[in-house]
């Protein structure tokens, strides 16, 4: 769990993935307030929808959060086991590297925290964590075909979440 949430900063030490994802968003000048005040709002309410409200998230990332808790909420391992492997573990290298080559992130000054970590999780996704995650899947399920088929719809379903997301996300910065 350590080394799927934290990282090394790249000033040396260690740091959660969330925080490096925030400096990289503040050191390229994104907006930080509605993710900070969502953290706010349910550090203080340990009530999701409360804290979405709150902080005015968009409806498609309330539903993407509000599916993630929901499969943790579960207890059904082998689900959560594939929904993490196939709709972040085995998905984010490839986006990633898609990012990179698409944007022009060279400017070092204003998005050098924002490649590192996108290249950090290519690496360490790609090359450990995604293994790992397969081979977790694989042990969970085992021989059960009723566990594998329930793995596949919540992938599937997890697969789903995440572009309805990223459409959102597009639609979003096209207004804009």
Not at 137 to 149: A, N, R, Y
Request: charged share 20%.
């Amino acid at each position: 769990m350590l080394g799927e949430e934290s990282d090394i900063h790249p000033a040396g030490g260690f740091c959660s993935h969330f925080e490096l994802y925030l400096e990289a968003m503040n050191q390229c000048g994104a907006r930080t307030n509605s993710i900070l005040a969502f953290c706010k709002n349910y550090e203080t309410s340990n009530n999701l929808t409360l804290a979405f409200n709150r902080a005015q998230v968009l409806p498609a990332c309330q539903n993407f959060v509000a599916f993630t808790m929901g499969i943790l909420q579960m207890q059904k391992p082998h689900c959560t086991a594939a929904v993490f492997t196939f709709g972040r573990e085995d998905l984010i290298p490839d986006m990633f590297i898609k990012l990179l080559h698409h944007f022009d992130l060279q400017d070092q000054k204003r998005f050098s925290t924002f490649n590192y970590y996108l290249k950090r999780h290519i690496e360490i996704d790609g090359e450990q964590h995604g293994k790992m995650a397969l081979s977790l899947v694989s042990h969970l399920c085992g021989t059960d075909p009723l566990k594998w088929q329930e793995a596949t719809s919540y992938a599937i379903k997890a697969l789903d979440a995440r572009r309805t997301l990223w459409d959102a996300v597009l639609t979003t910065l096209q207004k804009s």
